[in-house]
């Protein structure tokens, strides 16, 4: 483990938000552990600094004029990435099963967007965010996310 991932563990210790147990996630698979985020992402200085490192990570970030996140759980880490990337943030949410854009919220075509969120698992709410931004006609510039749980077995 890298120094910096060592100082983003400490930081979800410390603040209680990995959690041991089972767990039903909401993709339907079932864990012994569960990694709340909004633990770590009610304190503004830890998603400032989670949201800088994420945008480190980034290619070309000064070209995404949107991030588009799934609710619940990447609406404020997408707000804290939009915010380091100087860009407008959305929020995509269910309404009667399909993930949609509501609130007055648009993507126009041509703008180049990055979905943010908070822990991807199966890819599933990923997935159907960023078919609704092809749908709108935006160009898609990459998905960024806090823990990426879609590899463990």
């Known amino acids: 483990m890298q120094d910096e991932e060592r100082e983003i563990l400490k930081i979800f210790e410390e603040t ?6 089972h767990f039903q996630l909401s993709s339907g ?9 909004a633990k770590v992402l009610q304190y503004p200085q830890y998603c400032q600094l989670l949201s800088q490192k994420l945008v480190r990570k980034l290619n070309h970030p ?3 004029d949107v991030v588009v996140s799934p609710a619940m759980g990447g ?5 804290g990435v939009a915010a380091e990337i100087g860009c407008r943030a959305v929020f995509a949410e269910r309404q009667e099963g399909i993930m949609t854009l509501r609130r007055g919220f648009q993507i126009t075509p041509g703008e180049k967007a990055l979905v943010v969120e908070d822990v991807i698992t199966t890819g599933g709410s990923v997935k159907e965010v960023l078919e609704l931004c092809r749908e709108r006609g935006a ?4 998905v960024a996310c806090l823990i990426d749980r879609s590899t463990e077995d």
């Open 29 to 37: 698979l079932h864990s012994d552990t569960y990694i709340q985020c």
């Open 139 to 142: 160009e898609i510039k990459g």
């Open 16 to 21: 209680g938000a990995i959690l041991k147990g």
């Open 62 to 64: 000064d070209d995404i």
């Open 75 to 79: 609406i404020i880490i997408g707000f």
